[in-house]
C-alpha cells in the first residue's frame, strides 16, 4: 500500500507538469486525472497507507494517511474535480496551461496533507504558493492582476518564513523534523517552532494581519478563487495548526495566541465583509472569517470541530465562488446592485447558491450550523465565547446580503450570457454536501470517530439557541434591506479591508525598501568598492611582478630556444646527401671512437 500514498499526490503533479509543456486536451486530461485522483484518495482514506524514506542521514520522511488526511485528501480531490468541471466550461484559452497549474496546486495540497516531517510539508508549501502567484495572475496580459498576483505571493512568502524557522529550531532543539515528534523540542527552541509554525499558517490562512491578500487574490479566474478559498492553500494553514496543534499546546502562549486571533479575524473579517458591495470580495472576506472558526478551533483543541467545519466550508465556499463564477460569466459583472435579479433569471445557480449562502449563515439543519456550533462548544473562556459568537451572528448577516442581492426582485441585466452545462454540473452534488455534512458527521459521531479526536459536542439546547439566532438575523437583515430603511452599508474602513494592505505598506513594505535601499548603497560603495580594490591591487602586483620574472624566466626560454637552433644547423651541415662524405663522417667518427676508448682504458 506504500505505493498507493506516494501515487496520490504523484499522479496529478506529473500530469499538471506535462499538460504545462504540452497544452493539448486540457479539459480532458484534467477531468480525467482528478476523477482518477478522487477514486485515489478514497481507496487511500480507507487503507490508510504510509511511507518513509530515510531523507538525510538520521532525518526520516514520508508520506501518510491518518484519520486527520483522509478527511482532508478526499476533500480536496473531490472539490478539485468540481471546480475543474466548471473550469472546462468556463476557461477558454490556455486551457492546457490553466489545468496543468490547477493539477499542480492540487497535487501540492495532497502532499501537504499526507506529509508527517516538515522537510516535504516545506517543498509541497512552496509549490502551493508558486502555483497561487501564477493562477491568479493568469491572464498575464493585464498587469493589475499580475501586481495582486505579486502582493499576495510576497504578503504569504513573509508569514511562511515561520516555517523555515520552526525547521531549522526543530533540527536544533530535537534532531528531527517529524510532525509528531516536534513536542520533544527542548526549550526554547520549542517556543521558536511554535511562533514559526503560527506565523506560517495565519499567513497561508489570511488571518490577522495578513488577510488583505486574499482580497488581491479575487484578481484570478473564478475556478482558482474556488479552489483557492475552499480546499487548498487558504485551508492549509488551518490544517498545520490542526495538525500541530500539541505544540501549540505545549507551549501554552501559543494556544491562547491563535485562539484569540481566530475570534479576532473571523469578528473583524465579518465586518468586513458585510461591508462589500462586490460579490466575490464579500466572499473572500467571509473566507478569512470562517477560517478564523478554525483557527479558534485549533487553539482550543477542538480538533474534530475544526476539521470538520473545514470539510463543510470547502463545500460551502466551493459553491458559492462558483455560482459567483457563473454570473460574472454570463452577466459580466461581480457587483451587488448590479446582481439584483440575478437568481431568478438563472434559478439552478441561483437556488445552489441560495443553499451554500444558507449554509455560511449557519442556519439549520445546513453543514455549518453544525461545525460551527462544534467549535463554539469547546471554547471555555467567556470573553472568547462572546467574540466567536458576535462573529456568527455576522456570518448570518453577510451571508443575507449576498442571498437579497441575487434573489432581489429586481431584473438582472438583459443582454446576459447562457449558462453552459459544464458550469452548472457541478453545482447540484455541491449543494448537497453543503446542506448534509454537518448534520451527517454530528448524528452517527462521524467526525470524532473518523479523526480519533474526542471533544465537546454542542447540545440540543446550544444547537437550537444558534439556529434561531442565525434566523432572526437572516430575517432582520433581510427585512431592513427589503424595506428600505438601511442601505446596510458600512464606512469605507471596513469595505477598504480595515486598511491591512497601506497599513502593511506603511510599517513593513516601506521601511524595508529604505533598508534595502542602504544596503544597496552599502554593497556598491563598500562591498563592490573592496573587490574593486583587491582586483586592482592584484593587478599592481602583477605588473610589479611581471618584469623582473618574465624577463628572466623568458631569457632562460629564449636562450634555450636559440641554443637548440644553433644546434639544429650545425647538425644540418653534415647532411649533404653525398655517399663519400658520409663515409668520410664515418671514418672520422670511428676513429676519434677508437682514441677515446684507449684513453679511457
Not at 474535480?81 to 489545468?99: D, P, Y
Not at 449563515?361 to 460551527?372: D, E, F, I, Q
Not at 480595515?498 to 510599517?507: H, I, K, Q
Request: charged share 10%.
Amino acid at each position: 500500500m506504500n505505493i498507493l500514498v506516494l501515487l496520490l499526490p504523484a499522479l496529478p503533479i506529473v500530469s499538471g507538469g506535462a499538460l504545462i509543456i504540452l497544452r493539448r486536451a486540457g479539459p480532458a486530461i484534467g477531468l480525467l486525472v482528478a476523477s482518477a485522483t478522487v477514486l485515489l484518495a478514497i481507496w487511500a482514506a480507507i487503507q490508510r497507507p504510509a511511507m518513509t524514506i530515510e531523507l538525510f542521514a538520521g532525518f526520516e520522511s514520508g508520506l501518510a494517511v491518518d484519520g486527520l488526511s483522509a478527511v482532508m485528501v478526499v476533500t480536496v480531490s473531490v472539490v478539485a474535480l468540481a471546480v475543474l468541471v466548471f473550469a472546462a466550461g468556463e476557461i477558454r484559452e490556455s486551457t492546457g496551461r490553466f489545468f496543468g497549474l490547477m493539477l499542480i496546486f492540487m497535487g501540492a495540497m495532497l502532499v501537504t496533507v499526507t506529509a508527517t516531517d516538515l522537510v516535504l510539508l516545506l517543498m509541497a508549501w512552496e509549490v502551493m504558493g508558486a502555483m497561487s502567484y501564477a493562477l491568479i495572475g493568469f491572464w498575464w496580459r493585464e498587469r493589475d492582476r499580475v501586481r495582486s498576483g505579486t502582493i499576495a505571493f510576497v504578503t504569504t512568502r513573509a508569514g511562511d518564513m515561520g516555517l523555515y524557522l520552526a525547521a531549522g529550531c526543530a533540527i536544533a532543539g530535537s534532531h528531527s523534523l517529524n510532525l509528531t515528534g516536534l513536542t520533544a523540542t527542548s526549550s526554547p527552541w520549542l517556543d521558536l517552532v511554535a511562533a514559526g509554525l503560527v506565523a506560517a499558517a495565519l499567513g497561508k490562512s489570511a488571518q490577522l494581519p495578513f488577510s488583505f491578500w486574499l482580497s488581491r487574490a479575487m484578481a484570478g479566474p473564478s475556478p482558482v478563487s474556488a479552489l483557492l478559498h475552499s480546499a487548498t492553500m487558504v485551508a492549509a494553514g488551518a490544517y498545520l495548526l490542526l495538525r500541530t496543534q500539541s505544540v501549540l499546546v505545549a507551549t501554552g502562549w501559543a494556544a491562547t495566541v491563535v485562539a484569540w486571533v481566530g475570534a479576532l479575524t473571523a469578528l473583524l473579517l465579518g465586518a468586513v465583509a458585510f461591508a462589500q458591495r462586490d460579490l466575490k470580495q464579500l466572499l473572500a472576506a467571509s473566507t478569512c472569517a470562517q477560517i478564523g472558526f478554525m483557527v479558534l478551533a485549533a487553539g482550543v483543541s477542538a480538533i474534530a470541530g475544526g476539521a470538520a467545519h473545514l470539510v463543510a466550508h470547502a463545500a460551502v465556499k466551493s459553491l458559492l465562488f462558483l455560482g459567483a463564477g457563473a454570473w460574472l460569466t454570463a452577466l459580466g459583472t461581480e457587483h451587488l446592485p448590479e446582481l439584483q435579479g440575478a437568481a431568478r433569471r438563472y434559478p439552478l445557480v441561483g437556488v445552489t447558491f441560495g443553499v451554500g449562502a444558507l449554509a455560511l449563515a449557519g442556519l439549520p439543519p445546513l453543514s455549518l450550523w453544525v461545525t460551527k456550533d462544534m467549535v463554539l462548544a469547546a471554547v471555555g473562556d467567556p470573553a472568547l465565547h462572546a467574540v466567536a459568537l458576535a462573529a456568527a451572528v455576522l456570518s448570518a448577516a453577510y451571508a443575507a446580503k449576498a442571498l437579497i442581492a441575487v434573489w432581489s426582485p429586481e431584473a438582472a441585466r438583459r443582454d446576459g450570457a447562457r449558462i453552459r452545462l459544464l458550469e452548472r454540473l457541478p453545482l447540484p452534488l455541491l449543494a448537497l454536501l453543503a446542506a448534509t455534512l454537518g448534520i451527517i458527521g454530528l448524528l452517527f459521531g462521524g467526525w470524532t470517530r473518523l479523526l480519533n479526536a474526542a471533544g465537546p459536542l454542542p447540545g440540543a439546547g446550544e444547537l437550537a439557541a444558534s439556529g434561531v439566532l442565525a434566523l432572526a438575523v437572516v430575517m432582520l437583515v433581510i427585512g431592513v434591506r427589503l424595506r428600505r430603511r438601511a442601505e446596510l452599508e458600512a464606512g469605507a474602513f471596513l469595505a477598504g479591508w480595515l486598511g491591512l494592505e497601506p497599513l502593511a505598506v506603511a510599517v513593513v513594505w516601506q521601511p524595508l525598501m529604505v533598508v534595502a535601499k542602504a544596503l544597496a548603497r552599502f554593497d556598491d560603495a563598500v562591498i563592490d568598492g573592496v573587490v574593486r580594490a583587491v582586483s586592482r591591487g592584484g593587478m599592481a602586483m602583477a605588473r610589479f611582478a611581471r618584469s623582473p620574472f618574465e624577463t628572466g624566466v623568458d631569457g632562460v626560454v629564449r636562450g634555450t630556444a636559440a641554443m637548440a637552433g644553433r644546434l639544429g644547423k650545425l647538425a644540418r651541415k653534415p647532411q649533404t646527401g653525398q655517399v663519400h662524405t658520409y663515409l668520410a663522417q664515418a671514418t672520422v667518427a670511428v676513429a676519434l671512437l677508437a682514441i677515446v676508448i684507449m684513453l679511457v682504458r
